[in-house]
């Protein structure tokens, strides 16, 4: 069974960047199709794809979010970074890390095609 743990600073201050690491257990980033993504869901609004990072290195960003967003990957410690830059109050958020048991090529996926969820890490911008 896949898990998957998000880590990182609660609290970030406006301008600066927000770093999280999803940390995956139990199987392999580098499985062939399988696609990891970042999903935030700010205060009393929806969820929001974030970006994605497939199982070949390949990444796809949500067009109103790509100047600000980069994801990476450490294959040695099994693990994902999601950056955001320039981050203001409106990236306040829970912030989930999520598996996706294919790829599409697109930073978008139905929600129900999520397998395994992160539990999710409060991250509020705020001086």
């Known amino acids: 069974q896949v898990q998957l743990q998000e880590s990182g600073p609660g609290l970030v201050k406006p301008s600066q960047t927000l770093s999280l690491t999803c940390t995956v257990s139990?199987?392999?980033?580098?499985?062939?199709?399988?696609?990891w993504t970042w999903i935030r869901q700010p205060p009393g609004k929806g969820l929001e794809w974030m970006g994605v990072?497939?199982?070949?290195?390949?990444?796809y960003y949500n067009p109103s979010l790509k100047s600000r967003t980069s994801i990476s990957r450490d294959t040695s410690e099994n693990q994902f970074t999601l950056q955001l830059s320039s981050v203001t109050p409106e990236d306040t958020a829970v912030y989930y890390c999520?598996?996706?048991?294919?790829?599409?090529?697109?930073?978008?996926?139905?929600?129900?095609?999520?397998?395994?969820w992160g539990q999710g890490t409060q991250v509020t911008v705020s001086s």
């Open positions: 990072i497939a199982y070949d290195g390949s990444t």
């Open positions: 139990g199987g392999s980033i580098t499985t062939t199709y399988y696609t």
């Open positions: 999520a598996l996706i048991p294919y790829y599409s090529g697109t930073y978008y996926y139905p929600t129900g095609s999520v397998r395994n």
